[in-house]
């Protein structure tokens, strides 16, 4: 497998169950995955802060530790 092709196969199949756990039809992912390492433990934080907050950014809880699979709530 190339690494595209099992980010597409991912993709897929987490966009579809989530859209039907969600009650929801449409894009779930953006077009676009690229890769990133990690500087050091600011940029860490950064971006774990990024992500646990994207579930607030899109409406479906007011605070991170809130929505349920979050990683917010063990911190």
Same mark, same amino acid.
């Given at each position: ?17 989530? =859209? ?25 934080? =950064? ?5 646990? =907050? =994207? ?21």
């Amino acid at each position: 497998f190339k690494m595209s092709q099992l980010v597409h196969s991912w993709k897929s199949f987490t966009a579809n169950l989530c =859209n039907q756990l969600l009650g929801r039809t449409g894009k779930f992912w953006e077009r676009e995955s690229f890769d990133r390492y990690i500087r050091n433990e600011r940029h860490y934080l =950064n971006a774990l802060s990024y992500i646990e =907050n =994207n579930p607030v950014k899109a409406g479906l809880c007011e605070k991170a530790e809130r929505w349920r699979w979050s990683s917010a709530q063990r911190r």
